[in-house]
């Protein structure tokens, strides 16, 4: 088998293909692999299997990654010069759909740790993921995220109805609640309340994401304050939200480690690539561990050089004030220091003192 052409991934589209020819037959056949959702649109509606939804659900729940595949044969008289010249959306149609490839999301083993860490330092964490809805809750569930081990939370499923904002607990098979055409923030609220009692926590999938930012902003600025998952989420949109909670008053920082992540992590007040590739570019920071334990070591990092620099310019400006004071005084009496007690107070006090504030270590814990 040879490939003829080939169309990378690009996240946009949300899928890749292969154009392969067997050297044997000269068959011609379109191999094609995305995004459950996109292999969908573009397969031939008989070959979708009835329970397609229901296998999905159930994969991405368990916190799977699910990969879908597709093919379609070209017709014989097809050429090698005509496939060249053929538009990536006439080739990517019409497939047949063959099944899913389930991948097995594995935790590292100091994430939930680090997690924990940030969360009890009343940092707020977010997931924002090009995979599905639900295996983005679900990974976010065994994370810490959403502390759902506690049975204190609810993750609500923010949706697109048509041209308003639904709501729907994601732990239960109940039709979603839809907000009226013309609502306001306490009807936003009463709605919330009638869904779930507990403290909550939103997710989002793309298409209602921009749905929401552009023509809810009521619902989009509790989003904002209360959203966890983003999934689903195209590189323009990562770098969106975390300006939009810049500029509610966030400091945020973003690690990643693929293209994808490359303008929020530019567009971050701190930025880590988890990775040496192309986000490592972008992004201010590098971290040699591919682990989120990083972002806990900038914290503590960035606040001591914080508290540090602050501390030792009032002190100086303390010294300064200090020695004026004491010099007023001595005038007023007729008197005054002579170079040998400058030069101690200089040496022996101040120097000491500067050295050691500026050698200050960090917090142990944030």
Known sequence: IGIIRSFPFTSELQ??????KNLQTDEMIVF????PEMIHSLSIEKTIPVDFHSKLDSYTNEGNRVIAFGWKALPSETSWH????????ELECNLNF???LILENHLKEDTTGCISELLFSNTKVCMVTGDNIFTAISVSKKCGIVPFDSGLYDVIVVKKEGDSVAFQLDSEEQTSVTLPAKYSQMEIVQTLIGITSRPFVFAIAEAAFNHVAEF???VYEMLLLKGKIFARMKPGKKQKLVEDLQNIGYTVSMCGDGAND???LKAAHAGVSLSETEASIAAP????????SCMIEIIRQGRAALVTASVTFRFMAMYSMIQFITQLLHYSIGTNMTDSQFLYIDMFVISGIAATLGHSQPAVNL
């Open 15 to 20: 899928r890749m293909s292969v154009v392969t």
């Open 32 to 35: 094609c692999k995305g995004s």
């Open 82 to 89: 005509s496939i060249q010249t053929m538009r990536r959306s």
């Open 98 to 100: 063959t099944g899913f």
């Open 216 to 218: 809810h902003p009521l």
């Open 262 to 264: 490359c303008g929020a």
């Open 285 to 292: 920071f590098t971290s040699a561990n591919p682990s989120i």
